[in-house]
């Protein structure tokens, strides 16, 4: 009697492979049979933000052949840096940046999307002015400024002018 047999046969990594499957029948009759079968190179898409102060990165779990399309995940993880907002992501190879939806087409590597900010506007910061005593040369706090400007940027605070005082740097 006739058995049907089924073999699956897939290659795990890159290029051409092939095996060979050598059957014994219950009489002592052998069959070999050649299989071959070529698999393409797969890549993937791994995102980054280890400057975060909180979240969590977006996880694309897809293996990409070469000149697949890739969709850019946005910010799903709810990703902060204090004093920056979620910009965008930066390509790794191509250097690019994509925001959510966008798309591009995968190439021979694999790819790392990192995490771009920008820096917020409304930061805010205080400048404290301090008069000199005359009896001990100590310093006291007479006057604090609440101001806002851009995160890492650098700022020159008004010299405030005091009946009886004279500025220094």
């Not at 975060?52 to 902060?80: C, F, H, M, R």
Request: proline share 4%; net charge negative.
């Amino acid at each position: 009697s006739e058995t049907d047999v089924t073999v699956k046969f897939a290659p795990t990594s890159a290029g051409s492979k092939s095996a060979i499957l050598t059957i014994t029948d219950a009489h002592g009759k052998i069959c070999t049979i050649t299989l071959s079968g070529t698999a393409n190179a797969v890549y993937t898409v791994t995102y980054s933000a280890s400057d975060k102060t909180s979240g969590s990165v977006p996880t694309d779990a897809n293996k990409y052949e070469q000149n697949a399309i890739v969709t850019v995940l946005g910010n799903t993880g709810n990703l902060e840096k204090t004093g920056y907002t979620f910009a965008s992501w930066k390509h790794s190879i191509n250097s690019n940046t994509y925001t959510a939806d966008q798309t591009f087409t995968m190439g021979t590597a694999n790819v790392t999307m990192t995490a771009q900010w920008t820096p917020n506007t409304d930061t805010p910061y205080k400048v404290k002015h301090y008069q000199q005593n005359i009896v001990d040369d100590n310093y006291t706090l007479f006057e604090t400024e609440y101001l806002t400007g851009t995160t890492d940027a650098s700022v020159t605070p008004d010299v405030k002018s005091y009946t009886g005082f004279t500025s220094s740097p």
